[in-house]
């Protein structure tokens, strides 16, 4: 996915540190699935981007922090260089 963002570095760094959560499809499902390491890692039936394969966390009150990294574009007048940002 060219418009992803790469969090692969900043989940890696932090994995050891923190409960890392990713998310994982099961059928039309979104779960919350703990990443332990970069091992329990499997490429997921939805989209072939890589899943934890761990525990699904159903306690989302446990959770302190979710980060959502998004990709935005916005269109420009076209007398704008570039006309678009990203």
Do not use: Y
Not at 9 to 38: C, G, M, Q, T, Y
Not at 52 to 76: A, H, K, T
């Amino acid at each position: 996915m060219p418009d992803k963002v790469h969090t692969h570095d900043f989940i890696l760094k932090w994995a050891d540190k923190k409960n890392i959560l990713l998310p994982a499809i099961k059928s039309d499902i979104l779960e919350l699935k703990v990443f332990p390491d970069e091992e329990s890692l499997v490429v997921g039936s939805g989209m072939g981007i890589p899943e934890p394969v761990g525990q699904v966390v159903e306690n989302l009150v446990e959770i302190d922090l979710i980060i959502v990294p998004w990709v935005i574009r916005l269109s420009l007048p076209s007398s704008w260089p570039g006309k678009s940002i990203l």
